[in-house]
């Protein structure tokens, strides 16, 4: 079985961070949000240089990288009717 696991990498002072943490619990899409100035290593590891950014892992994996809100939210509606 496939696990898949989100982490959105957010900031503060990042408005379309904010939007997005309140839409994607409405949205019933679970993801992990990490402050990139609490996690500069995890932003660095996956090499996260604005914000918002979504990472999708599928078995510990990093198969896509996705950034700003528009991109973001298409990614989600794509992700959820698959």
């Known amino acids: ?40 290593e995890l932003a660095a590891e996956h090499m996260v240089m604005s914000t918002p950014t979504m990472v999708k892992f599928v078995n510990g994996e990093k198969v896509a990288t996705k950034v700003g809100q528009g991109e973001i939210m298409k990614f989600v509606d794509e992700e959820q009717n698959k």
Do not use: A
């Open 1 to 40: 079985m496939n696990e898949t696991k989100y982490l959105l990498f957010g900031s503060p002072t990042c408005m379309p961070c904010k939007n997005l943490k309140g839409i994607l619990p409405v949205m019933n899409f679970e993801f992990e949000y990490k402050d990139v100035f609490e996690n500069p």
